[in-house]
T-cell receptor
Framework: RKEVEQDPGPFNVPEGATVAFNCTYS??????FFWYRQDCRKEPKLLMS???SGNEDGRFTAQLNRASQYISLLIRDSKLSDSATYLC???????????FGRGTSLIVHP | EAGVAQSPRYKIIEKRQSVAFWCNPI?????LYWYQQILGQGPKLLIQ????????DSQLPKDRFSAERLKGVDSTLKIQPAKLEDSAVYLC????????????FGPGTRLTVL
């Protein structure tokens, strides 16, 4: 089993739709979690950190489920500009080495 | 605040040649990372520095790759000799303290090995 797994997609959704991605991790001792956004041929940029209590930033909600070892990202009211690849990052488990998933591609169409 | 700087942005070389990449992190950031991102995959950590010490280089192919971070600031990543499978984007990132912080990425160097 890979350390961090994501469904590569693509998720093809219309504008205004709600879409959710999951990211599973194998190391139960992992301690910090992030979602990054990567536009085509650009560098990754932080979208949001994922806290144990969950967090929300506008249309974006991130949650952590430690029992099932996954994090999720929910995007409400999708915009064309949300089209990108969403990367999850998991740190910790003793080594504090950041591990990226392969990313989930989102395409929002008119 | 200036971001992470990388150069060159693009490089084309033939296999068995050598290449070097340079990274200047955000001022004051203690941790510096080099990643390799192959098309369609997530970034793979090659090496992580805390100040000028190596925290992890377990995924660095040490027979051909080397990296250093002089005086805990700038860093260079070298490949010698290059192979076809080294074609990728090499991303440098920095964070204020460590990997539990936000990482700030540079624009990357796109390497093509022919």
């Amino acid at each position: 089993r890979k350390e961090v797994e994501q469904d590569p997609g693509p998720f093809n959704v219309p504008e205004g739709a709600t879409v959710a991605f999951n990211c599973t991790y194998s190391n139960s001792a992992s301690q910090s979690f992030f979602w990054y956004r990567q536009d085509c041929r650009k560098e990754p940029k932080l979208l949001m950190s994922v806290y144990s209590s969950g967090n929300e930033d506008g249309r974006f909600t991130a949650q952590l489920n430690r029992a099932s070892q996954y994090i999720s990202l929910l995007i409400r009211d999708s915009k064309l500009s949300d089209s990108a690849t969403y990367l999850c990052v998991v740190n910790g488990g003793g080594s504090y080495i950041p591990t990226f998933g392969r990313g989930t591609s989102l395409i929002v169409h008119p | 605040e200036a971001g992470v700087a990388q150069s060159p942005r693009y490089k084309i070389i033939e296999k068995r040649q050598s290449v070097a990449f340079w990274c200047n992190p955000i001022s004051g950031h203690a941790t510096l990372y080099w990643y390799q991102q192959i098309l369609g995959q997530g970034p793979k950590l090659l090496i992580q520095f805390q100040n000028n010490g190596v925290v992890d280089d377990s995924q660095l192919p040490k027979d051909r790759f080397s990296a250093e971070r002089l005086k805990g600031v700038d860093s260079t990543l070298k490949i010698q000799p290059a192979k076809l499978e080294d074609s990728a984007v090499y991303l440098c990132a920095s964070s204020p303290l460590g990997p539990t912080d936000t990482q700030y990425f540079g624009p990357g160097t796109r390497l093509t090995v022919l």
